[in-house]
């Protein structure tokens, strides 16, 4: 008997797991199977980032992540006894200033107890035997034990790890590397006086010791095994003190070791992430030096990125050009995560002394550069990850010539001082900011974010200083504009700085005060202008000033207008 869904998800890590609420939350119908019997009890992935937390907020559930894990604030380096150099989160732009140390078994757990509330679950032991798709959707085999099902779903996103089935089936290129050094990982106690907030790493002259601090007072060590080590057996307690005593110098002593294991780091990529109505996210495209972390937190942002768009296309809202941005955004992103964690490892493996001597040198002048201090951990936290160059983001300004003298207040139009304020604020493609609005009619303050349907493009046309009836009149038509051609896909919202509602706006527009400015420092909106957030609350679109024409134009090949069909 064959079986019909929207969307059958290959893979129960947290990619995954990711993906499949996603989609449920905006309505589509899915199926998640595993290979695995049962979810796997180790730590594996550890690390936390940020902005995942950001996407896990809006997702309900990094509260419950964040009470699991540890947070370490910072990083520190050292070589040759001293330190070289540090990188503190406590100043990031976010809610969460802090890189987050839990064991993936308690990211998964979090994960499929969501997807449990969100109606969908895990079908263990069942694996993708073959598929075959078609113009209208895909067909898959799937076996368990020794019973074989066939199941259509519309769409197929494989989630499946590094030795992907779908990837396999879809006959992609995994184009990389493996690196020549080996690594040891180990989870163990340690009796030493060193902070357990910030993962520490030891460059020594024969390799390198990473440890991160994780709940109950356990770390884990990443260490580069020796020159000639060719053993496949699970490193041992000894084997792990010896290394971790001759490098670190700190005294401490090891115990209670839960998991070892040996591993070769690979720098691969899949060459392309969608092929029709199949798609790949997370380890299944991409894999890399665990240096930084940040393995586990692009597979989950993959799976962000990927999930609204294709809700919306598979419900006729959006046009198949928004999947297409899929692998234009995402491939970029995993090429830069490739290329940053391939240059960090290979310089923190430098064994020659004289390199070894410029790198220390390097860091320890680089570090006390604040600049230096606050990119590098905005980048660490992947804050810094946007999309300015995709294809579906665009903005528009008047140059700085076309700036009236004059103050914000004096007129709707922009001023010099106006244009340069929006030059410098959040641009399209990057991470929407956040802030605290009240809702017009209603008391007390909420965040920007939680205040918007993240089903949904979100339009929010910032007031300014000057308040004229010319500029709400503009305001209404724009409203009227977007909502009669793609009111079931975007919903439109005024921010002004006044207390109140502006008596000129009518009802049936949605009002957010910033009467402390807040918003207004954060988007450059001195003088009136446009931001249309994506519903992953990226910047798809800006203006100054808000400009009903041009956004028209950029919704156009992107968004369907009500009632249109789309095609058979």
């Known amino acids: 008997m064959e079986t019909s869904i929207d969307v059958l998800v290959v893979g129960a890590g947290p990619t995954g797991l990711t993906l499949a609420s996603e989609l449920l939350h905006r309505g589509l119908s899915v199926r998640v199977i595993d290979a695995a019997d049962m979810p796997l009890p180790t730590s594996r992935a550890i690390g936390v980032h940020a902005r995942t937390l950001e996407v896990l907020h809006r997702m309900g559930v990094a509260e419950e992540l964040v009470a699991k894990g540890q947070k370490l604030l910072g990083a520190t380096f050292w070589s040759g006894g001293e330190t070289i150099a540090r990188v503190d989160f406590s100043e990031l732009d976010t809610a969460f200033p802090y890189l987050l140390c839990v064991p993936q078994s308690e990211t998964e757990s979090v994960l499929s107890a969501l997807l449990d509330r969100l109606g969908g679950r895990v079908d263990r032991g ?27 779903a519309s769409w197929m996103v494989g989630c499946d790890g590094a030795h992907s089935t779908v990837r396999k089936g879809l006959d992609l290129a995994f184009e990389g590397d493996t690196y020549e050094d080996r690594f040891l990982l180990a989870d163990v106690k340690i009796d ?64 209670e070791l839960t998991w070892s294991t040996r591993f070769r780091i690979h720098c691969r990529q899949v060459t392309q992430y969608r092929d029709d109505r199949v798609f790949i996210a997370g380890d299944a495209a991409h ?18 990125n990927l999930a609204w768009k294709l809700a919306q296309v598979h419900r006729g809202l959006a046009r198949s050009r928004l999947l297409d941005s899929y692998h234009d955004e995402r491939h970029a992103v995993g090429q830069a995560v490739l290329r940053g964690t391939d240059a960090a490892t290979r310089v923190g493996t430098i064994r020659q002394p004289a390199a070894r001597a410029v790198r220390d040198q390097v860091a320890r002048v680089l570090s006390g550069v604040e600049a230096v201090q606050r990119r590098a951990a905005r980048e660490v936290a992947e804050l810094t990850i946007g999309y ?60 920007l974010l939680q205040t918007l349907d993240d089903r949904r493009w979100n339009l929010l046309l910032f007031d300014g200083r000057s308040a004229s009836a010319e500029g709400y009149a503009r305001f209404a038509a724009i409203a009227s504009a977007v909502s009669s051609r793609y009111g079931e896909s975007v919903d439109v919202t005024v921010v002004t700085p006044r207390s109140a509602r502006p008596a000129e706006l009518p009802e049936s527009i949605a009002v957010l005060l910033d009467p402390d400015a807040e918003l207004e420092r954060a988007y450059g909106a001195e003088t009136e202008c446009a931001y249309l957030l994506r519903p992953d609350l990226y910047v798809g679109y800006r203006s100054q000033p808000a400009d009903e024409a041009r956004l028209l134009a950029y919704l156009r090949p ?11």
């Not at 894999?287 to 962000?304: E, F, K, L």
């Not at 369907?560 to 095609?567: D, K, L, M, N, Q």
């Open 388 to 447: 300015e160059g995709s294809a579906i983001v665009a903005e528009h300004s008047q140059g700085i010539l076309q700036g009236r003298i004059g103050s914000a207040s004096g007129g709707e139009t922009p001023t010099v001082s106006s244009i340069r304020s929006f030059d410098g604020a959040v641009k399209a493609g990057q991470r929407a900011l956040d802030g605290h609005v009240t809702r017009a009619g209603e008391s007390g303050t909420r965040a």
């Open 558 to 568: 992107l968004l369907r207008v009500t009632g249109e069909a789309p095609p058979a």
């Open 192 to 255: 030493w006086d060193t902070r357990d907030d910030r993962v520490t790493t030891y460059f020594a002259v024969d390799g390198v010791v990473a440890c991160f601090p994780l709940p109950g007072g356990r770390w884990r060590l990443i260490v580069s095994a020796p020159a000639g080590d060719d053993s496949t057996a699970a490193p041992s307690l000894a084997e792990v003190q010896g290394l971790f005593a001759s490098r670190t110098g700190s005294g401490g002593v090891l115990s």
């Open 126 to 152: 069942v694996s993708l035997r073959s598929f075959r798709q078609d113009g209208s959707g895909v067909t898959a085999v799937l076996t368990k034990a020794d019973a074989t099902e066939t199941v259509r």
């Open 287 to 304: 894999i890399h030096s665990p240096v930084g972390g940040q393995g586990m937190n692009t597979g989950i942002q993959d799976a962000h």
